[in-house]
């Protein structure tokens, strides 16, 4: 599989924001993310096997001193909802990168539903919600979004739209 | 009448013990009558207790591993929030980390809502979930005598231990709730409060 470039950017990103834990379900769009984290000896990369884990392990992360990410795919962000309540309550930085679906040229209407939902859900249960829909947005947005998240200690999402991945990963 | 899997022990005395002479131990205690137990063994700034985020305080636990590998951390919990974080039983034991262990307290119930019958007294075995999702060092303890032993070896190895202790209520104790208060506090403890 070949990665667009501004892949290479969204991850050179997260580092200079001093990304050291990332937490993960996979999804396609973030294919190159996952194997750059494994790639990386100063970066531990952590299967979930449900994306509120990732809230837990940033959480923990903060409190031991660094900074985490958690990975996933719109339909995550239903498994999350409760768990937000941990940051919002300890004002600890949260940053997520959400790839969506359910929008641009979806074939399974089965991620319509959670994927029309996530930026209201997001932002009911108190995430700061950014979006990046251009290729050559998206680095400069995830830098942007994580200052906000860990300078001002707030839980920040960045949605990448489905037009986005679309475009670049899923080309038959 | 006595569930499967029901134990006999003291939770206050249990915890008591685990956390006897703690030294620089980072502690994690989930919600609940787990929090209530830590707090009453007397409060520490490197005490995390968690007052809601059911089923995270294992994942908590490892972010904290993972950012401070010289620490020792140890969870301590109920079946219930480790019920509901039962995924996160395979995530820790793939991960791994030597400095993490998790502690337990089973009464096999629901403590806080009513004593209603958890799985673990309906006859899952945490300890034997934990095996099968690869931790290689797994304990269950139905007596003090086997709690003092737990007590050295969660601050030595990578365990995940079981105590079967007895659904009997204790009086709450109510350490700090304010999250913003207990996260600060823990970060200032580290030294990282400026990262």
Redesign the interface.
Known sequence: MTHPTWQAGVYAALKAARV??IGYVPDAGHAHLIEAAHADPDM?A?????E?????????????????ALIMQSSGVGNCI??L??PL????PFFTLVTMRGEWGEFNPWQVPMGAATPGVLKEAGVHVRRADRPEDAPEMVAASAALAFDSQIPVAVLFSQRLIGAKVFVK | MTLPNEGTLDRREVVATLLRDPGDLLVVSGLGAATYDVGATGDRPTNFYLWGAMGGAAMIGLGIALAQPRRRVLVITGDGEMLMGIGSIATLAAQAPANLAVAVLDNTRFGETGSQRSHTGLGTDLAAVAAACGWHQTATALDMAEVELLRDRLRRESLFAVIRISPEEKPRFLPPRDGAYLADRFRRALGVADG
């Open positions: 050291t834990q531990q952590v299967v979930l096997t449900t509120e884990e990732g809230i837990a392990l940033a959480a923990g992360a903060w409190l031991g001193g660094q900074r985490a409760n768990m309540s941990l309550n300890c004002r600890m």
